[in-house]
Every structure is written in C-alpha cells, then in structure tokens.
C-alpha cells in the first residue's frame, strides 16, 4: 500500500454551493486529487531512502535536491496532493468576509488593507495563463506576506515560501458551473473563504 492516501473533504460535496457545485467538487475530489495521489504513490518509492522517511512539504521544499530523474513527477504529483489538501481545508461553507485575528493584521500590513489584498489577488489570479494556483504565502524570510502565482501544481514551498492560502484555476475547478468565466468563478471563491483555517495555518508558521 501506499504512503498516501486520499485526504477527506472536511464537508459534504454540496455544502459550499451555490458558489461551487457539488458535482465539480466531487470530481475534484475523488478523480483529479486521486490522481495525484496515486502519481505520488508512483513515484515516492524511486526517491532516495533517506528522503522517502521525510514529509512531503519538506521534500517539496528541498525539491533541487530529489534526483532530476523524478524530480519532475515528484513536483507534479507531491505539489498536487499538497496543494489540495490545503485547499480543501481553505474553504467552508458560510466562508468568507475579511478575516480578523493576527492574519487580518498581517495582510493589512502587507497589502495596505484587505479589499486592496482581495483585488490585487482576485485580478492576478484571473489572468494566471493556462493552469496554475494563486497564493497568499508567508516568506520566512522577512516575515512577511506576499502574494505568488505558481504554475500547474509546483507548490510555493519549492521557492522557500509557506502557502496559507491558495485558489486552484485548472479549468476542472470550475468549468461545470461557470464555462469560462474564471472571473466569476474567483469572485464566487470568497464567499467560502476559511479564515480561521488561514489565521492558524499563520500562526503555527510564523
């Protein structure tokens, strides 16, 4: 059996409709995140021993050392499986609003205020080309929160950063309900933000 298996959904498919459908979620969930799973499955056991006994977010953040022979897959599939699995958690039903605790404050510092946040990442992740992520991370180096489009699925911890908050715009996040609109789409996210998942994903990082 694997190292991995497929994270739960800490709430039911329907739960965060209107804004996203139940249908999509269960794709989502149990075809695209199990496919990443499994890739990762596929591929952990051609890591070295030394690394196959570490946690994913620091192999993906140590990434230029894993092999070049299974780096690749290793980026893909590992920055997938750990991608969703925050992304599941970043979301809940009855979400949203501005977020208030130390990640309120953080980003207020960071950005100036939070409807300047929400745009500046509603508006850069809008036009992510193609398939990628839009990040709120944390950078360890000057303790500070930036905001960071990835491609694919690489994960912000390859770069050295904490990802707290990330929205996925492959098309299989939204395509059934809003066709091409990704923009209605991203506005809609924000109705099911989890801040208090956010706020305690800061804390312990910083």
Same mark, same amino acid.
């Given at each position: 059996?694997?190292?991995?298996?497929?994270?739960?959904?800490?709430?039911?498919?329907?739960?965060?409709?209107?804004?996203?459908?139940?249908?999509?979620?269960?794709?989502?969930?149990?075809?695209?995140?199990?496919?990443?799973?499994?890739?990762?499955?596929?591929?952990?056991?051609?890591?070295?021993?030394?690394?196959?006994?570490?946690?994913?977010?620091?192999?993906?953040?140590?990434?230029? =050392?894993?092999?070049?022979?299974?780096?690749? &897959?290793?980026?893909?599939?590992?920055?997938?499986?750990?991608?969703?699995?925050?992304?599941?958690?970043?979301?809940?039903?009855?979400?949203?609003?501005?977020?208030?605790?130390?990640?309120?404050?953080?980003?207020?510092? &960071?950005?100036?205020?939070?409807?300047?946040?929400?745009?500046?990442?509603?508006?850069?992740?809008? &036009?992510?080309?193609?398939?990628?992520?839009?990040?709120?991370?944390?950078?360890?180096? =000057?303790?500070?929160?930036?905001?960071?489009?990835?491609?694919?699925?690489?994960?912000?911890?390859?770069?050295?950063?904490?990802?707290?908050?990330?929205?996925?715009?492959?098309?299989?996040?939204?395509?059934?309900?809003?066709?091409?609109?990704?923009?209605?789409?991203?506005? &809609?996210?924000?109705?099911?933000?989890?801040?208090?998942?956010?706020?305690?994903?800061?804390?312990?990082?910083?």
């Amino acid at each position: 059996m694997g190292k991995f298996t497929l994270p739960e959904v800490p709430y039911a498919y329907e739960a965060l409709e209107p804004h996203i459908d139940a249908k999509t979620m269960e794709i989502h969930h149990t075809k695209h995140h199990q496919a990443y799973t499994n890739g990762l499955n596929d591929n952990w056991d051609k890591l070295p021993t030394e690394m196959q006994g570490k946690d994913l977010p620091d192999v993906l953040a140590s990434i230029s =050392t894993v092999p070049e022979s299974v780096r690749g &897959a290793i980026n893909f599939h590992g920055g997938g499986y750990d991608n969703h699995r925050l992304f599941w958690n970043n979301m809940k039903p009855n979400g949203g609003g501005a977020p208030g605790s130390s990640i309120g404050d953080a980003i207020n510092k &960071a950005f100036g205020d939070f409807n300047t946040f929400k745009e500046q990442f509603s508006t850069k992740t809008t &036009a992510i080309q193609g398939s990628g992520w839009g990040w709120l991370v944390l950078n360890p180096k =000057t303790k500070n929160l930036e905001y960071k489009a990835m491609p694919n699925q690489t994960s912000p911890r390859t770069e050295g950063l904490v990802p707290l908050l990330g929205l996925d715009v492959w098309e299989h996040a939204y395509y059934l309900k809003y066709q091409n609109k990704r923009v209605d789409y991203v506005g &809609a996210w924000w109705n099911v933000v989890n801040w208090d998942e956010v706020d305690n994903r800061y804390s312990k990082a910083k």
